[in-house]
């Protein structure tokens, strides 16, 4: 089983304590409509480190089921404006995505050696981009 502890809120400092973690950020939503979560990662100079998407099923009952990769859409990776073509690749910098997540429970599997990342989230209703 992955070693899971869950972010507090909307905004997360990741460290080098979080190393071969996986960091839930709660559900997206889970009502009629669909749901993105929005996320804003943005490292220090001395990051050293990479974040994969992953997601499960929502839900107590799934609590005991190991995340799995997901794919997200780039809108910015690396200072560079992205077209939001779905990927599933790890992040290493800085990086602003969208995530559908309607259902899932989404979280970061971390890897981190050297400084630190900030993490900002925000669950929208609605799709997210084509």
């Not at 993105?36 to 929502?58: C, E, F, H, N, Y």
């Not at 799995?68 to 990086?95: E, F, R």
Request: proline letters at 6%.
């Amino acid at each position: 089983m992955t070693t899971t502890i869950r972010a507090p809120g909307r905004h997360f400092t990741l460290t080098t304590d979080h190393d071969s973690t996986v960091v839930e950020f709660g559900p997206g939503g889970t009502n009629a409509g669909l749901s993105t979560l929005v996320m804003q990662i943005v490292p220090d100079g001395d990051w050293s480190g990479s974040l994969t998407v992953k997601g499960r099923i929502a839900g107590q009952d799934a609590e005991a089921v190991d995340p799995v990769g997901i794919p997200y859409h780039p809108a910015n990776v690396g200072g560079t404006a992205s077209d939001y073509a779905l990927v599933s690749s790890a992040i290493t910098g800085d990086a602003l995505i969208q995530i559908p997540s309607n259902g899932l429970t989404v979280s970061l599997d971390v890897t981190a050696s050297a400084g630190t990342c900030e993490v900002f989230v925000w669950d929208l209703q609605g799709n997210s981009a084509p």
